[in-house]
Structure formats: C-alpha cells, structure tokens
Antibody, heavy 117, light 107 residues
Framework: QVQLEESGPGLVKPSETLSLTCTVS??????????WTWIRQPPGKGLEWIGY???????KYSPPLSSRLTISVDRSKNQFSLELRSVTAADTAIYYC?????????WGQGTLVTVSS | DIQMTQSPSSMSASVGDRVTISCRAS??????LAWYQQKPGKVPKLLIY???TLQGGVPSRFSGSGSGTHFTLTISNLQPEDFATYYC?????????FGPGTTVEIK
C-alpha cells in the first residue's frame, strides 16, 4: 500500500521560507510512471495546485507560485520536498503531498502551516 | 490556464435521493477529469478518474459521465456518509485546476 507523510514546521514567520518534506513508502519517487505533487488548501477554502515533480526529476510549478517555489527530490530517502520562499499570511494552508497518475490516488494526511509572526 | 466551474455550489438533499453535480471546463479536456470527495477535517478521496472510471473500493452508487467541457457526478440513493464536499479536477493541461467544490448537506 502506498503511503505518503508530510513533515515540517507548523509555523513560519512572514518573509521566511516554508519547507516541507513528503516521505513515500510502498512506491519509489524515481518511478517514471507517476508525478509526485504538492497541493494546498487554505482554511475553509478549496484545493489549489502547487506543483509536481516526476520520476526523471523534472518539475512543473503553478505559475502564480513559480517565482517563489522549488520542488526537489532525495532519492536515497525516497522523499520529495517543497520550498516556498518569502511567505505571507496568504500562504497559510493545509499542505498535502499526493501521487498523481491520471488522478491523485494517494494522499498524505496533510499538514497545517500557519504564517504568522 | 483551464478554468473549472461547478454547480451548484451547495445543495440540500435527503438520504435516498439521487444527486447530480455539474462540472464545466473552460476548454476541451477530453475525458481527463477526476472527482474527489472531502469530508470536514479529512483528506480528499478519489472517487472517479477518466471522467467515468470508478476508483477501486468506491461504491457503485457513484457514477461519472461527460467529455469535452461538460461533466456530471451522480450519486444514486444518497447515503448518510455521502454528505461532503465534492471537487472536480482536470488533468489535461497543467496546472490541473480543481473546481471550487459542491457541498452536499443534509436536508
């Protein structure tokens, strides 16, 4: 069974960098079949794409976030990570990692990140 | 970017009802459309992909149809556990936008 688990700080100060890691078990982030994605959901609101990486290491970022965003992979730990720079209160959300094939079939439990001083 | 809309934004229904939720894409996405169910405080759950293919383990009272720009999620014989918010999502062109959601509430 594929499992994903997000980890990282739950509180980030404005203008600083939000960093999260997704640890994958039951599958390989190096698999060429899937896209490993980040999605977020502001409290009480809908789902928003952040971006994804695929098995060869390529990435695709949501245009509104692309100038502040880096998604990277650590194959030795079977993890992929998110780095969002210069955060503001608008970046407060539950952050999910998920596996995408034709749809998002496996999700992590999500982690709430609050941007506040 | 492709924009997704859903209607209605919310609805009230009773156990046993047949419920239909509409999703529209701003351009042709063929059948690259998925539906998710999200209950309060829970992780979204994949119900349908490819517009009409039921994900494993999802009850057969859920069905999806459509292609191009207009899609429908139907829940026949609504059950108490089906009260939730439903999102469509296109997977034709990145960013793979989600619809704004449809909340199904108990009447």
């Amino acid at each position: 069974q594929v499992q994903l688990e997000e980890s990282g700080p739950g509180l980030v100060k404005p203008s600083e960098t939000l960093s999260l890691t997704c640890t994958v078990s039951g599958d390989s982030v190096s698999s060429g079949s899937y896209y490993w994605t980040w999605i977020r959901q502001p409290p009480g609101k809908g789902l928003e794409w952040i971006g994804y990486m695929y098995g060869t290491g390529g990435t695709k970022y949501s245009p509104p976030l692309s100038s502040r965003l880096t998604i990277s992979v650590d194959r030795s730990k079977n993890q992929f990570s998110l780095e969002l720079r210069s955060v503001t209160a608008a970046d407060t959300a539950i952050y999910y990692c998920a596996r995408l094939y034709t749809a998002l079939d496996f999700w992590g439990q999500g982690t709430l990140v609050t941007v506040s001083s | 970017d492709i924009q997704m809309t859903q209607s209605p934004s919310s609805m009230s229904a009773s156990v046993g009802d047949r419920v239909t939720i509409s999703c529209r894409a701003s351009q042709d996405i063929h059948t690259w459309l998925a539906w998710y169910q999200q209950k309060p405080g829970k992780v979204p759950k994949l119900l349908i992909y490819g517009a009409s293919t039921l994900q494993g383990g999802v009850p057969s009272r859920f069905s999806g149809s459509g292609s191009g720009t207009h899609f429908t999620l139907t829940i026949s014989n609504l059950q108490p556990e089906d009260f939730a918010t439903y999102y469509c999502q296109q997977a034709n062109n990145f960013p793979f936008a989600f619809g704004p959601g449809t909340t199904v509430e108990i009447k």
